[in-house]
């Protein structure tokens, strides 16, 4: 049937028949927020390069995560600085960490908030890289062996959630092995699967201080060109133990959130990186677009690609909105 029979305007035509056909739908139980802790302040303060984020020491952090449950949104993800960085990251690894610190809180005070962790060393490192070095390269065999270490500490400390992000091979194999291994074989792996080396990290690492001191991470994060090799990384990260992978950054990504979604029934989690989120809020500052409605319409099309969990900055307003 064709025009004139045929008329898919009239599934637009109110508010209410668009609502009744809705493909796509948004929900705040769908989200997950970054928190940023550090152990170097003592009271919230302001990123620059992230309008209307945060820094919180470990309470603000806490209360801020609780704030964020209370719309509906189940979880955090941590990010921390320490107060020391070093060659080796060791601060990631102490018990009263600024990460174990801020899960206990949080824990404290409300055990029914989803708690995720990134496991990394980029925050930790006087460096900048996400492992250990050897020479002028990242050590990939030494490096996991820390990861697995840091994510068990995670675990210990309350984490429901770890989530490897720097991308050196068998780590997932490493950290699932000494979770089972230490008691913890009922904590979830997120693995960043298909991390890209990006130029949208930029005020993340503003935020943590963790712009590498030398050279770049292209020798382990993804090549942006680079398609198929995403898929044969997520298959990898399956076959060692990932219970949901992770495609980032998602905005310039879509396309690989969809072939992902078709090729493995796992549950699937987008980043929503700090680039993508600050480019909206100075362009929403300086009145070139309508924030509200494009903040929805990219986070929509994230859905849309194929992500079950949306990891984003923007959550807890999309959370009000919704």
């Not at 480019?279 to 986070?299: F, P, Q, S, T, Y």
Request: proline letters at 6%.
């Amino acid at each position: 049937m064709s025009f004139p029979e045929s008329r898919p305007r009239r599934l637009r035509r109110t508010e209410a028949i668009r609502k009744l056909v809705c493909e796509t739908r948004l929900h705040p139980s769908q989200f997950i927020y970054p928190v940023f802790v550090s152990e170097t302040i003592k009271k919230p303060e302001p990123i620059g390069s992230m309008p209307g984020l945060y820094n919180f020491p470990v309470k603000e952090a806490a209360r801020e995560a609780d704030r964020a449950y209370k719309l509906g949104i189940p979880g955090v993800i941590l990010f921390g600085t320490p107060a020391e960085k070093d060659a080796s990251g060791s601060a990631s690894l102490k018990t009263d960490g600024i990460i174990q610190q801020a899960i206990r809180e949080i824990k404290n005070l409300n055990p029914e908030i989803l708690v995720a962790t990134d496991v990394c060393l980029c925050e930790y490192t006087d460096h900048g890289h996400c492992g250990l070095i050897s020479g002028d390269e990242v050590d990939n065999d030494a490096t996991i062996q820390v990861l697995a270490a840091q994510a068990v500490s995670h675990a210990e400390a309350g984490a429901d959630i770890v989530a490897p992000s720097d991308m050196m091979d068998g780590r997932v194999a490493a950290i699932r092995s000494m979770l089972d291994a230490g008691g913890f074989d009922d904590r979830i792996i997120m693995a960043y699967s298909a991390k890209y080396c990006s130029a949208f990290y930029g005020p993340f690492r503003d935020a943590v201080d963790s712009a590498p001191r030398f050279g770049d991470r292209r020798g382990y994060q993804m090549d942006p060109p680079n398609a198929r090799e995403a898929l044969k990384e997520i298959e990898l990260d399956l076959e060692e133990g990932a219970d949901i992978v992770m495609v980032k950054p998602a905005l310039s990504y879509l396309d690989i959130i969809c072939r992902v979604k078709d090729t493995f029934d796992v549950p699937l989690a987008a980043y929503n990186v700090s680039g993508e989120y600050s480019m909206i809020k100075l362009a929403g500052k300086e009145n070139l677009i309508d924030e509200k409605r494009l903040i929805l319409e990219v986070l929509t099309s994230i859905k849309r690609a194929g992500a079950d969990i949306i990891i984003s900055y923007f959550a807890p307003d999309v959370a009000e909105w919704l």
